[in-house]
């Protein structure tokens, strides 16, 4: 990390709730949820590539607002992006945030594995 | 006659300047080529060959195609003919098809990749040059890897529908391309379900693995250091540069390399792999590795899942 002193509108922070467990965590304006949710010892939204890539860290904003960076076609479509279906890993708040987790991870932890690797 | 190594790989990313700077930056690879669809081409400093990493922007990560190169042109043909025999269909694309490459085989493996096989790409040379060369470049930037060293793809895998695209990919690359089981990983009440290869052609452990998952993708592409000291160092220029680190620093038992997994930002898995693990032969017996070892196999020093091996990648 670079020791330049944060502009003001990055030292906002807002609280992120995630609906599936209550935990809350807070999140500066310039992190991405998921960074912010481990940075502080939290958990519940799964965690894999942090680039927008996997789609492990799906979730559904149903309250507040965010900005985003580009996430990958091939987990969120234009229409989910309308519905507020977002990867965590990309969304920065700018207002408090309400999330419910639709990664696909969640999925694999209610299949047990059978044959070692799937 | 015959395979010699990887060649290249082409990774779709989601934003070409913040994979750039990965790519130089971080890993320290240089630009050798942009061309008008805006397609980069990069290689690293131990490499003698135009490029190793071709980056296309896309709207999803993963990869395109995978490409080995062969020792000699007419090796092409044979290898078409081997290809027909075994059922599949190939086409020979002509030279420039693949950038600053000659005539290539275009096909695909059982597992869905798409595989390039090529016997000549422009040559460019090392950054220490051939004549009473340095150790090492001394404008190297981050980590400076060696070179882009193996790619592991992972192929469907549902024994339940009896679906197994690690055992066909593994029969393809062996009975086409003589390429030499090194080591795997067996499942199942039988132990008789292959649900990983590795698999070469150089005289390292592996040049390609197959791990079996649900749907096929790019597990991870690897990048060669020389040893332990340099994964470290690694590691802490990646911590410099917030990367993703997926898994820090350590050994695998399977190949016995020192590894860490990491990220691009687009979320593709990138490996730095260290040390030779041991000399590999085409008369060297296969190493298995069973179902409640198979963690074992891949973390040596756990022994668990670490990071998300199996549920992420792209
Ligand atoms: S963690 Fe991979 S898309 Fe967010
Ligand atoms: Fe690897």
Not at chain 2, 78 to 91: C, L, S
Request: glycine share 8%.
């Amino acid at each position: 990390m670079k020791d330049e002193p944060m502009s003001r509108a990055e030292n906002i922070r807002f609280e992120v709730k995630i609906l599936d467990t209550g935990e809350k965590f807070s999140c500066s304006a310039s992190d991405h949820l998921l960074r912010a949710m481990l940075a502080l010892g939290r958990k519940g939204i799964p965690s894999g590539c942090h680039g927008g890539g996997c789609g492990v860290c799906k979730v559904k904003v149903t309250r507040g607002t965010f900005t985003s960076l580009v996430m990958s076609r091939a987990h969120v479509s234009e229409e989910e992006e309308r519905d507020g279906i977002v990867l965590a890993c990309r969304v920065m708040p700018t207002s408090d945030l309400e999330v419910e987790v639709v990664g696909k991870l969640k999925k694999a932890i209610t299949r047990p594995k059978a044959f070692g690797l799937v | 006659m015959g395979v010699m190594r990887i060649g290249h790989v082409n990774l779709r990313v989601l934003d070409m300047d913040a994979a750039l700077g990965h790519y130089m930056n971080v890993m320290g690879m240089k630009e050798t080529h942009r061309d008008a669809a805006g397609n980069v081409y990069l290689k690293c400093w131990d490499e003698w060959d135009k490029y190793s990493l071709m980056l296309t922007a896309s709207d999803r990560a993963g990869m395109n195609h995978i490409a080995y190169k062969v020792e000699k042109d007419a090796d092409l043909d044979v290898f078409k003919k081997r290809i027909e025999d075994y059922g599949t269909a190939v086409e020979i694309v002509p030279a420039g098809t693949l950038f600053a490459c000659g005539r290539a085989l275009k096909f695909n493996l059982p597992s869905g990749h798409e595989f390039y096989l090529y016997a000549e790409k422009e040559f460019v040379g090392k950054d220490v040059g051939v004549t009473n060369p340095a150790p090492w470049p001394t404008d190297k930037k981050g980590i400076a890897a060696h070179w882009l060293d193996h790619a592991l793809l992972m192929c469907e895998l549902n024994p339940e529908k009896g679906i197994n695209k690690v055992q066909e990919s593994t029969d393809f690359m062996m009975k086409v391309f003589d390429f030499h089981l090194a080591e795997q990983v067996v499942v199942g009440p039988n132990q008789d379900i292959k649900a990983a290869t590795w698999l070469f052609r150089t005289s390292t452990p592996h040049d390609l693995a197959f791990v079996g998952g649900p749907v096929m993708g790019l597990h991870h592409i690897a990048f060669f250091l020389d040893e332990w000291n340099d994964v470290l160092k690694a590691a802490d220029i990646m911590a410099m540069n917030n990367v993703k680190v997926d898994v820090t620093p350590q050994r695998h038992g399977i190949t016995r390399g020192y590894t860490i997994y990491f990220f691009d930002p687009s979320g593709n898995r990138n490996e730095t792999f260290a040390g030779l693990g041991y000399l590999a032969q085409p008369d060297m017996p296969t190493v298995t590795w069973t179902e409640d070892q198979l963690w074992r196999g891949i973390f040596y020093h756990t022994g668990e899942e670490a990071g998300a091996f199996t549920s992420v990648y792209t």
